[in-house]
């Protein structure tokens, strides 16, 4: 039974890859306290992770969305990007800049970080991936929570300082300052982050 499972999820996920991209919490309509402070932030960092996340596809990088389930357990990817694009609310141009493709994939996570709880690790460990780029909101809590967790379990962590956002910018600073120095993070900006050559150095460490 376990060897079909097996079987069963690798044909599920036909990529493989030694890098992948995950954007946190990007789908979301900023319905909270916060949500005012965090909009600008949060727009410019969306339009970053575009960027990113199509540079990323070009190369054949997949892309994983982990995004909170507000508390609502019978929540999916459809509803929630449909209610971001259809109903009048704050984070909705975020949203249509970062509608995921047919082809992406989705974990629903149920608090800050995306390994909690969730089949993220199970999921990577199907793509073969061993370096991740961590794109999102908020910067010094899911983000983080999650680029711990992923180094924790040995992997190689890059959280592009233009990719992700808080509620201020010396929120952010401190957070990238944190990853850099204990997670031994990649915080380059994403402009500066060379796909290719990633791909590359990450295959010839396999072989």
């Known amino acids: 039974m376990a060897e079909n499972q097996s079987d069963d999820l690798h044909g599920n996920v036909p990529d493989s890859s030694p890098v992948a991209l995950i954007i946190i919490d990007m789908i979301n309509d900023l319905d909270f306290a916060e949500g005012p402070e965090l909009f600008a932030p949060m727009l410019a960092a969306a339009k970053a992770i575009s960027q990113l996340k199509h ?14 389930n507000f508390g609502q357990w019978r929540s999916d990817l459809k509803t929630l990007v449909s209610h971001c694009l259809n109903d009048d609310v704050l ?30 690790n199970v999921l990577l460990t199907a793509l073969k991936a061993r370096k991740l780029i961590f794109t999102g909101i908020s910067g010094d809590v899911c983000v983080q929570f999650t680029a711990q967790d992923a180094y924790l379990h040995e992997y190689e962590v890059l959280v592009p300082s ?4 808080t509620s201020s910018a010396e929120r952010t600073e401190a957070s990238l300052v944190f990853m850099q120095q204990i997670l031994k ?9 060379d796909l290719e050559a990633l791909l ?6 396999v072989t």
């Open 91 to 120: 984070g909705k141009p975020v949203v249509e800049l970062l509608v995921p493709d047919k082809d992406d994939y989705f974990v629903l996570k149920p608090k800050h970080s995306a390994f909690f709880a969730t089949p993220l």
């Open 55 to 68: 540079r990323a596809k070009t190369l054949g990088i997949p892309v994983v969305y982990a995004n909170d």
């Open 162 to 165: 233009d990719c992700i956002a």
């Open 200 to 205: 590359r150095t990450t295959t010839q460490d």
């Open 185 to 193: 993070a990649d915080c380059r900006p994403s402009a500066e982050i």
